[in-house]
């Protein structure tokens, strides 16, 4: 999964991705393919990125013993700044 940004618009961008779980390196309890949803949301000096990923897993409950299958949702963000001057804490003048 590769989110080319360059010359990309400001502005909110969605993309979508589905592939096999082999794929990621993953194996059991994770069976079947991945779905992750991105939302990109560019701005002048930030880019925010949401994903979400569902995997479908199959588990067995450690009360009954008994098999099921469960979707696995997981939730990221995080906030790049782009900013071409980095400034270290002691040039700083407050």
């Known amino acids: ?4 940004i ?23 309890p994770f069976t079947g393919k991945y779905r992750t949803e991105v ?7 930030q880019i925010i990125l ?5 995997i479908n897993a199959n588990f067995v409950c450690d009360r009954c013993g008994k098999d099921y ?6 939730r990221y963000k995080m906030v790049y700044l782009l900013r071409s001057n980095i400034y270290d804490d002691d040039s700083l003048e407050v």
Request: glycine fraction near 4%.
């Open 39 to 45: 939302v990109l949301n560019k701005f002048e000096d």
């Open 6 to 28: 360059a010359g990309l618009e400001n502005g909110k961008h969605i993309y979508d991705f589905e592939n096999k779980i082999s794929s990621l390196d993953l194996e059991e």
């Open 69 to 74: 299958s469960s979707i696995v949702v997981s």
């Open 50 to 54: 949401e994903a979400t990923t569902r």
């Open 1 to 4: 999964m590769k989110i080319k």
